[in-house]
């Protein structure tokens, strides 16, 4: 069956080349000391816009420091990490003024859902890009401290924002979401949402909730979603998501009742697809146009895993 399926493509952001080097997060004058590394580069993020030079085949979305404060000063500047002894950083401009730089002839300025699904870039620079738009996101919705409402200030690089008033530390978060294949024997739930291309389906999914586990939170989206009681969870792979922060937990899921009733506040539709069916929505020959989402996804990965390799309620 896989070589009907051909070769497995990659996960998207994910697989990061970059080396994170937390050590030197602390110690701001080596950060200084890397900025003017002959190497050094920076992706260029303004909310959900992602700016590159233009280029054939691949657009190029690393920016020297000097050409990155030239497209607009950043409101915050991270550093992401080395790739090998060249530092990268993220350049956050306000959303404003990165979709300003749409009039230039020379820059692809567009959302990383479009830059992913399109191979726009290299697929190596897609971990650093998601990276630097998740950490400068929370930058830019954490301004003032949760806990008493002074301004806070980044530090550290960026991995942490300070409170100068009541001294609390803020770190970047990062939301965890099940995202599951529930499955009936040689049938597996998809269901589509209303946000969807009108021909496409995917897994379900949804936040995990504060004192749940991954498996409770499986148990309950589905459940909640579709009316489909699982039992025994299996873990298959997980990737971040960084629309804009969150983490996506691949898992596959026993169902143990077959009923379906669909939340129509979440879901349009929610039904069983057989493994035929979902082999021709994955090689794009599937007689009515269904679709499962492309390869960047992981959902894509979780739907093939179950066409493909023996997936094991053990
Ligand atoms: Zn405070």
Sequence with gaps: MSSRLGPKPRLGYTNSRIERAAELRIDGSAIAALAKHPGAGTYVVGG??????????????????????????????????????????????????????????DLLVTDLRSIAVQGLVA??????????????????????CPNCGAATQLVCGGWRR?????????????????????????????GRSPRFVPTMWSCLAGYVEPGESIEDAVHRE????????????????????????????????????????????????ARWFSKGEIETMLTRKHPQGLTTPPPVAIAHHIIRAWVEDEVRFE
Aim: aromatic fraction near 8%; proline fraction near 8%; charged fraction near 25%.
């Design 123 to 144: 697929a190596d620079d897609l971990p650093p890009i998601a990276e630097a738009k998740a950490v400068l996101h929370w930058h830019a919705r954490h301004r003032f």
């Design 48 to 105: 959900e816009w992602i700016v590159a030079k233009k280029g054939s085949p691949l657009g190029e979305p690393l920016f020297t420091l000097a050409e990155a404060q030239r497209l607009g000063p950043a409101v915050e500047t991270i550093f992401l990490g080395l790739l090998g002894d060249a530092p990268r950083f993220g350049h956050g401009l306000s959303p404003q003024s990165a979709e300003a730089l749409k009039n230039r002839g």
């Design 222 to 269: 589905t459940q909640e979603e579709a009316g489909i009681t699982c039992g025994r969870v299996v873990y298959f792979a997980s990737q971040p998501w960084p629309f804009p922060t969150s983490l996506m937990i691949g898992c596959h899921a026993e169902a143990l009742t077959h009923e379906i009733v669909v939340d129509r506040e979440e879901l349009e539709d």
């Design 162 to 190: 300070d409170c100068p008033n009541c001294k609390a530390e803020h770190f970047p978060r990062t939301d965890p979401v099940v995202i599951m294949l529930a499955v009936d024997g040689e049938r597996c739930l998809l």
